[in-house]
């Protein structure tokens, strides 16, 4: 089975930069999609960011221009970069598949950004 493990989150300041990093493992990582989903108390997970496999993205209006999303197939691992954080950028991020059906999801990894 696919298990995805988040990582990088972390406490910053409004500005501040962070590189989230998904661990993938279980299939072939090589021919998937990805994506990075955000969600926060009492919100539904926002697909903020996708990665075709050939890879080709997508960026939420939220998080166009301030964000990129790249993928290591060496590494498994799939990352989204964060530049110019703002508090509502605060959120736990998971990676998935882009389009449903989604695999099971990680733990997360809390992003949290100071006024």
């Known amino acids: 089975q696919v298990q995805l493990v988040e990582s990088g989150g972390g406490l910053v300041q409004a500005g501040g930069s962070l590189r989230l990093s998904c661990a993938f493992s279980?299939?072939?990582?090589?021919?998937?999609?990805m994506g990075w989903y955000r969600q926060t108390p009492g919100k539904q997970r926002e697909l903020v960011a996708g990665i075709t496999s050939g890879g080709s993205t997508n960026y939420a209006d939220s998080v166009k221009g301030r964000s990129t999303i790249s993928r290591d197939n060496a590494k498994n691992t799939v990352y989204l970069q964060l530049n110019s954080l703002k508090p509502e950028d605060t959120a736990v991020y998971y990676c998935?598949?882009?389009?449903?059906?989604?695999?099971?999801w990680g733990q997360g990894t809390q992003v949290t950004v100071s006024s």
């Open positions: 998935n598949t882009p389009t449903p059906p989604f695999y099971f």
């Open positions: 279980g299939s072939i990582f090589s021919i998937h999609g």
